[in-house]
């Protein structure tokens, strides 16, 4: 069984004790609860349900693991023959779940 899921604009799918890497949630502490209302679509063999846009009842339960840092990346803005040269960088940080149940 596995569902698609919608979430601050991007979408994944998930299955039960999936490990998911989604943007940070601050007001989260590590064991709190997550419900995924934006459920596209719920598969569990050929029973296969979509959503228009969302399943009716779809809610995806997950409980929250940590707060991780993803990799750095680095930005280097460099204009030829006006010696400058500016270079920064940008470290997004997640929310790691585990999904715990999918209910359609």
Known sequence: ?????????????????????VDLDASKNVGDSVDFDKVLMVADGDNVKVGAPYVEGGKVVAEVIKSVGGEKVSITKFRRRKHHQKVTGHRQWYTQVKITGINA
Request: charged letters at 20%; glycine letters at 4%.
């Open 1 to 21: 069984m596995y569902a698609v899921i919608s979430t601050s604009g991007k979408q994944y799918q998930v299955a039960v004790d999936d490990v998911l890497e």
